[in-house]
């Protein structure tokens, strides 16, 4: 082991080091950046407690379809579906709930499943009958639009439960309720968190250096930390400063943590991105492909429906227009967090990273008044902005 | 005769491999000139530099046309003289008709629109000099092979040809296509019209050649005047492949065992045509220790014999039996393969065999994760040690096994692919061309790892279409043919004059197969004494 850790460039000069990665980190520095602007030029309403919470609750879903269509991408497919699969789960969910008055919890596993059974259907075709993605769920995306209409018979339905209603506009319950304007619990569950991902960043850091791996330079890794704990503790001070921790956040986050496990250190989710990065080569491998494509889509399915109902939550009521345009959001925050249309790359932190910065964008553009008009326009440019930036970046 | 086309001391690298080295060839009006050689022998890239596909300025040497030194810089400027090919693999585009293909890069036009009436009329007059009848609005897919190779030939008629250059015309043609194929190119000859033929059927080009040129290792071996002497297929196929072999293979004292891998009666059909049997009811069987050589052209169905068998990965309507350790094994998908003890390492490692993107460790763990993770969750560590163990062990130049695979050299490369399938731990090793497209020292580091496999007690199959290699490495070599094997030889009688002549003679086609088997028995007992 002595010899080979002498090859290994474990000295490099930190300026070569900040260079190479700052491809993984350019994304969140440019969240970062366009955060700063919105703050800046809307004299500080952007990071207000309120205004915040609002942002997280506002593109929660479109975070949660992000994890799937990113698997979905980095497959090589797109799902064109998921709006229209959302706003027919929505729509389901408040026949089942308001109409027949099933209580909240089968109603969300009956939902759930369907949603599977909705990606199922779409992947049969994709990866067992090689149907180009783009047409199943085109089809897709016309055939749950006119369910939902058909389901809702082209009305709005609702309101929910108000216990249904805490899936979005919730927030976690206060353990210690007499302590002020400031919410505890959740001050103390993101100082947790905080500490738990400095703990798990020196744990990996520490066992990859003891087996001869090369690590980031110290100062590099310990700005880096304190970074992230500081970046941490603001935030849940500031969403404190409001009503405590969403909900939907504390969902969010779950997921966000397991499909970043899921992508980055299981089996599974390194064959899902040797099918994207060189499909043939992947089956000489042994790799299932179509089943793997095909679970993709279930998945994204079922993601799509939690999106739906989390819609239909913080609205309160389905209508037929509900998911309208979603698809367009949840590709584009993909593509922004720097996955391949080509296939086998991607991050679930870039997509989360994307989601954001298309929602910090709506709302710093909606809060400065620029009308739905132009934001379309700046939104478009920025898409194809970023998607360049990369493909340059590639090239270099 | 005067001289049409005069090729002189030219010279082709690529990447510091030399792929042509001082070539002189010259072509006269009115005369088929027959250039033979084996695979890799430099061929097609003559005929690419010649048609401008490789600039003037990326060879050395000179091209006089018609009297005149040349710079082509594309195919238009070579067309633009009338030098046309008809590749091997046929270029027409086939929901098209006819005609459409024939006009496809400039067709009569009147006002800036196609001439829909000039198309057909000239279509026909062209179909009828190739012989061709069929309408010229017939679309191209619902012709045979045979008659699309005509079409081709209309195409190039179409075009003010002087030097037609056909890339093995006849590969894919049955015998009476290729006979009324070669006559048109004579009545083609007989009105002044020259042609460059590239062939492997030596019977062919001694039927229809002025001419022949022996090109060898990118060299020209020889020219033969077919009139001045009689041609004698035996002098080619010594030209052809003599060589020196000594010092290019490491030494290897085999300890073979008793039969691990049996295959019986496999047959194997075309996955597109329905009624083509591919490979057709062959045995085949590889001993513990032993390393088997594939030998055969392109296209005689060694790839898809090896990649049928393991996981059904080419073809339709598999059916035979495949024995391991006396035992019928299920080998129907590729992970049951790779669990039977199999690995296949591909041909084409960029398109089948890495993930270019990703890099070495992910590349070498791929086919066998299961062994570097519990639970489905993999250890980084186990698997970062396991890739920097084969790094070592194989020699991988790479910067660390972090590197992205796409960077690395073709022979490094290669050493990635064999490493992910000897993490397989395989019992039989099949190798398809292993050392394509790699340098020397690379093959040679190939070469001994393929022999520490086989004194490991691995059976070894190794397709090849160098046959030095296959007559360096391997104990036994089987020769393919059209599906089937045609020939084995033992590594003591194998010769590469044995070998090619199996293969050419069977090129012949002969329709009594009694009366090709005496013959084949008469030359492998003339060899021998």
Redesign the interface.
Same mark, same amino acid.
């Given at each position: 082991m002595s010899d080979?850790t002498a090859?290994?460039?474990g000295t490099r000069e930190h300026a070569g080091f900040v260079k190479t990665n700052l491809r993984e980190y350019g994304m969140l520095l440019s969240l970062f950046a366009i955060m700063l602007f919105f703050e800046l030029v809307t004299d500080g309403t952007l990071l207000r407690p309120l205004n915040l919470t609002n942002l997280v609750l506002q593109n929660s879903y479109i975070v949660i379809m992000a994890l799937g269509m990113l698997l979905v991408i980095v497959t090589g497919h797109i799902d064109l579906s998921v709006g229209s699969v959302a706003g027919f789960i929505g729509a389901i969910a408040a026949v089942l709930m308001v109409r027949y008055g099933v209580h909240f919890i089968p109603a969300t596993i009956a939902c759930l499943a369907l949603g599977a059974l909705i990606g199922a259907a779409q992947g049969y075709w994709v990866a067992y009958f090689k149907i180009p993605s783009f047409i199943v769920t085109l089809a897709g995306m016309l055939v749950f639009k006119g369910l939902a209409l058909a389901v809702l018979q082209g009305q709005s339905v609702g309101p929910f439960s108000p216990t249904f209603q805490k899936l979005s506009s919730g927030f976690i319950p206060e353990l210690f309720p007499g302590a002020g304007t400031l919410y505890p619990t959740s001050l103390l569950i993101g100082a947790a968190l905080a500490l738990g991902l400095v703990y798990i960043s020196v744990k990996t850091r520490a066992?990859?250096a003891s087996?001869g791996?090369?690590v980031e330079p110290t100062s590099f890794f310990a700005l880096k930390n304190a970074i992230l704990v500081g970046v941490v503790i603001y935030f849940t001070y500031l969403i404190a400063s409001h009503r405590g921790l969403p909900n939907v956040l504390v969902i969010m986050v779950a997921l966000i943590a397991l499909y970043g496990f899921v992508t980055t250190?299981?089996?599974?989710g390194?064959?899902i991105?040797?099918v994207g %990065?060189?499909e043939?080569?992947?089956?000489?491998?042994?790799?299932?492909t179509e089943r793997l494509t095909f679970l993709t889509f279930v998945n994204m399915g079922v993601l799509a429906a939690l999106a739906g109902l989390v819609f239909a939550a913080r609205l309160n009521t389905a209508t037929p227009k509900a998911g309208l345009g979603f698809e367009l959001d949840v590709i584009a925050a993909c593509f922004i967090g720097g996955a391949s249309a080509y296939g %086998?790359?991607g991050r679930v932190a870039g997509a989360v990273i994307g989601a954001l910065i298309m929602g910090v964008m709506n709302n710093g553009m909606s809060i400065l008044g620029i009308g739905i008009d132009y934001q379309q326009v700046i939104k478009g440019l920025v898409l194809l902005g970023a998607v360049c930036l990369d493909v340059y970046n590639q090239r270099r | 005769m005067s001289t049409l086309l005069e090729m002189r001391g030219i010279s082709k690298a690529f990447a510091g491999v030399k792929a042509l080295e001082d070539i002189n060839f010259t072509v006269r009006q009115g005369e088929i000139h027959a250039v033979v050689g084996e695979n890799g022998a430099g061929k097609s890239t003559l005929v690419k530099v010649l048609s401008g596909v490789y600039p003037h300025g990326s060879y050395d040497g000179s091209i006089v046309y018609d009297g005149r030194e040349r710079h082509f810089r594309d195919i238009n400027d070579s067309e633009a003289l009338g030098i046309i090919i008809i590749h091997q693999e046929l270029a027409l585009i086939p929901l098209l008709s006819i005609a459409e293909n024939i006009f496809i890069a400039n067709p009569p036009s009147r006002f800036g629109m196609i001439d829909r009436d000039a198309v057909y009329k000239r279509s026909q007059q062209l179909l009828a000099k190739v012989g061709l009848n069929e309408a010229p609005d017939t679309l191209v897919t619902n012709i045979g092979v045979g008659k699309q190779q005509l079409v081709e030939i209309a195409k190039a008629l179409s075009k003010e040809v002087r030097l037609l250059i056909l890339d093995e015309p006849t590969a894919s043609l049955n015998e009476s296509d290729s006979a009324a194929l070669l006559d048109l190119l004579v009545e083609f000859r007989s009105q002044g019209m020259s042609a460059i033929l590239i062939s492997h059927k030596l019977n062919e080009v001694a039927r229809v050649a002025d001419r022949i040129t022996v090109l060898r290792d990118g060299r020209t071996v020889d020219t033969m005047d077919c009139q001045a002497s009689t041609i004698e297929e035996d002098r080619i196929i010594r030209k052809m492949v003599d060589r020196d072999l000594e010092h290019r293979f490491p030494k290897r004292e085999p300890t073979i065992g008793e039969p691990v891998f049996k295959v019986e009666n496999w047959s194997v059909y075309h996955p597109l045509h329905a009624g083509r049997q591919v490979i057709k009811n062959v045995d085949f069987q590889v001993r513990r220790g032993e390393i088997v050589g594939i030998a055969g052209l392109m296209g005689a169905g060694r790839t898809e014999f090896a990649m049928s068998l393991?996981?059904r990965?080419w073809g339709r309507r598999i059916t035979g039996r495949a024995l391991l350790h006396g035992r019928e094994v299920d080998l129907s998908?590729?992970?049951r393969?790779?669990d039977a003890g199999l690995a296949?390492v591909?041909e084409d490692r960029k398109?089948?065999?890495?993930?270019?993107?990703?890099d070495v460790r992910?590349n070498i763990t791929?086919?066998n994760?299961?062994s570097v993770?519990s639970g489905?969750?993999?250890d980084?560590?186990k698997e970062?040690?396991v890739a920097?163990d084969y790094r070592?062990r194989m020699r991988i130049r790479c910067?660390?096994v972090?590197q992205a695979s796409g960077n690395l050299s073709g022979g490094n490369q290669q050493k990635v692919v064999l490493s992910?399938w000897l993490f397989t731990d395989p019992e039989i090793l099949i190798l398809d061309e292993p050392t394509r497209g790699i340098d020397i020292g690379a093959k040679y580091e190939i070469y001994c790892i393929i022999n520490e496999l086989a004194d490991a007690g691995k059976a070894v199959i190794m397709i090849s279409s160098e046959m030095p290699e296959l007559l360096g490495i391997c104990d036994r070599i089987c020769v393919m043919n059209e599906g089937a094997f045609v020939g084995e030889f033992d590594r003591s009688e194998a010769t590469q004059e044995k070998i090619m002549r199996v293969i050419v003679r069977k090129g012949e086609r002969l329709v009594d197969r009694d009366l090709q088997r005496s013959s084949a028995e008469e030359l492998s007992g003339g060899a021998l004494r």
């Amino acid at each position: 082991m002595s010899d080979k850790t002498a090859t290994l460039p474990g000295t490099r000069e930190h300026a070569g080091f900040v260079k190479t990665n700052l491809r993984e980190y350019g994304m969140l520095l440019s969240l970062f950046a366009i955060m700063l602007f919105f703050e800046l030029v809307t004299d500080g309403t952007l990071l207000r407690p309120l205004n915040l919470t609002n942002l997280v609750l506002q593109n929660s879903y479109i975070v949660i379809m992000a994890l799937g269509m990113l698997l979905v991408i980095v497959t090589g497919h797109i799902d064109l579906s998921v709006g229209s699969v959302a706003g027919f789960i929505g729509a389901i969910a408040a026949v089942l709930m308001v109409r027949y008055g099933v209580h909240f919890i089968p109603a969300t596993i009956a939902c759930l499943a369907l949603g599977a059974l909705i990606g199922a259907a779409q992947g049969y075709w994709v990866a067992y009958f090689k149907i180009p993605s783009f047409i199943v769920t085109l089809a897709g995306m016309l055939v749950f639009k006119g369910l939902a209409l058909a389901v809702l018979q082209g009305q709005s339905v609702g309101p929910f439960s108000p216990t249904f209603q805490k899936l979005s506009s919730g927030f976690i319950p206060e353990l210690f309720p007499g302590a002020g304007t400031l919410y505890p619990t959740s001050l103390l569950i993101g100082a947790a968190l905080a500490l738990g991902l400095v703990y798990i960043s020196v744990k990996t850091r520490a066992r990859r250096a003891s087996h001869g791996v090369e690590v980031e330079p110290t100062s590099f890794f310990a700005l880096k930390n304190a970074i992230l704990v500081g970046v941490v503790i603001y935030f849940t001070y500031l969403i404190a400063s409001h009503r405590g921790l969403p909900n939907v956040l504390v969902i969010m986050v779950a997921l966000i943590a397991l499909y970043g496990f899921v992508t980055t250190r299981t089996t599974i989710g390194r064959q899902i991105y040797a099918v994207g %990065g060189n499909e043939k080569a992947a089956k000489l491998s042994g790799i299932k492909t179509e089943r793997l494509t095909f679970l993709t889509f279930v998945n994204m399915g079922v993601l799509a429906a939690l999106a739906g109902l989390v819609f239909a939550a913080r609205l309160n009521t389905a209508t037929p227009k509900a998911g309208l345009g979603f698809e367009l959001d949840v590709i584009a925050a993909c593509f922004i967090g720097g996955a391949s249309a080509y296939g %086998g790359v991607g991050r679930v932190a870039g997509a989360v990273i994307g989601a954001l910065i298309m929602g910090v964008m709506n709302n710093g553009m909606s809060i400065l008044g620029i009308g739905i008009d132009y934001q379309q326009v700046i939104k478009g440019l920025v898409l194809l902005g970023a998607v360049c930036l990369d493909v340059y970046n590639q090239r270099r | 005769m005067s001289t049409l086309l005069e090729m002189r001391g030219i010279s082709k690298a690529f990447a510091g491999v030399k792929a042509l080295e001082d070539i002189n060839f010259t072509v006269r009006q009115g005369e088929i000139h027959a250039v033979v050689g084996e695979n890799g022998a430099g061929k097609s890239t003559l005929v690419k530099v010649l048609s401008g596909v490789y600039p003037h300025g990326s060879y050395d040497g000179s091209i006089v046309y018609d009297g005149r030194e040349r710079h082509f810089r594309d195919i238009n400027d070579s067309e633009a003289l009338g030098i046309i090919i008809i590749h091997q693999e046929l270029a027409l585009i086939p929901l098209l008709s006819i005609a459409e293909n024939i006009f496809i890069a400039n067709p009569p036009s009147r006002f800036g629109m196609i001439d829909r009436d000039a198309v057909y009329k000239r279509s026909q007059q062209l179909l009828a000099k190739v012989g061709l009848n069929e309408a010229p609005d017939t679309l191209v897919t619902n012709i045979g092979v045979g008659k699309q190779q005509l079409v081709e030939i209309a195409k190039a008629l179409s075009k003010e040809v002087r030097l037609l250059i056909l890339d093995e015309p006849t590969a894919s043609l049955n015998e009476s296509d290729s006979a009324a194929l070669l006559d048109l190119l004579v009545e083609f000859r007989s009105q002044g019209m020259s042609a460059i033929l590239i062939s492997h059927k030596l019977n062919e080009v001694a039927r229809v050649a002025d001419r022949i040129t022996v090109l060898r290792d990118g060299r020209t071996v020889d020219t033969m005047d077919c009139q001045a002497s009689t041609i004698e297929e035996d002098r080619i196929i010594r030209k052809m492949v003599d060589r020196d072999l000594e010092h290019r293979f490491p030494k290897r004292e085999p300890t073979i065992g008793e039969p691990v891998f049996k295959v019986e009666n496999w047959s194997v059909y075309h996955p597109l045509h329905a009624g083509r049997q591919v490979i057709k009811n062959v045995d085949f069987q590889v001993r513990r220790g032993e390393i088997v050589g594939i030998a055969g052209l392109m296209g005689a169905g060694r790839t898809e014999f090896a990649m049928s068998l393991f996981g059904r990965s080419w073809g339709r309507r598999i059916t035979g039996r495949a024995l391991l350790h006396g035992r019928e094994v299920d080998l129907s998908t590729v992970s049951r393969a790779i669990d039977a003890g199999l690995a296949y390492v591909t041909e084409d490692r960029k398109q089948l065999g890495l993930l270019l993107a990703d890099d070495v460790r992910k590349n070498i763990t791929l086919a066998n994760l299961g062994s570097v993770s519990s639970g489905h969750v993999i250890d980084d560590i186990k698997e970062m040690r396991v890739a920097s163990d084969y790094r070592n062990r194989m020699r991988i130049r790479c910067s660390d096994v972090y590197q992205a695979s796409g960077n690395l050299s073709g022979g490094n490369q290669q050493k990635v692919v064999l490493s992910k399938w000897l993490f397989t731990d395989p019992e039989i090793l099949i190798l398809d061309e292993p050392t394509r497209g790699i340098d020397i020292g690379a093959k040679y580091e190939i070469y001994c790892i393929i022999n520490e496999l086989a004194d490991a007690g691995k059976a070894v199959i190794m397709i090849s279409s160098e046959m030095p290699e296959l007559l360096g490495i391997c104990d036994r070599i089987c020769v393919m043919n059209e599906g089937a094997f045609v020939g084995e030889f033992d590594r003591s009688e194998a010769t590469q004059e044995k070998i090619m002549r199996v293969i050419v003679r069977k090129g012949e086609r002969l329709v009594d197969r009694d009366l090709q088997r005496s013959s084949a028995e008469e030359l492998s007992g003339g060899a021998l004494r």
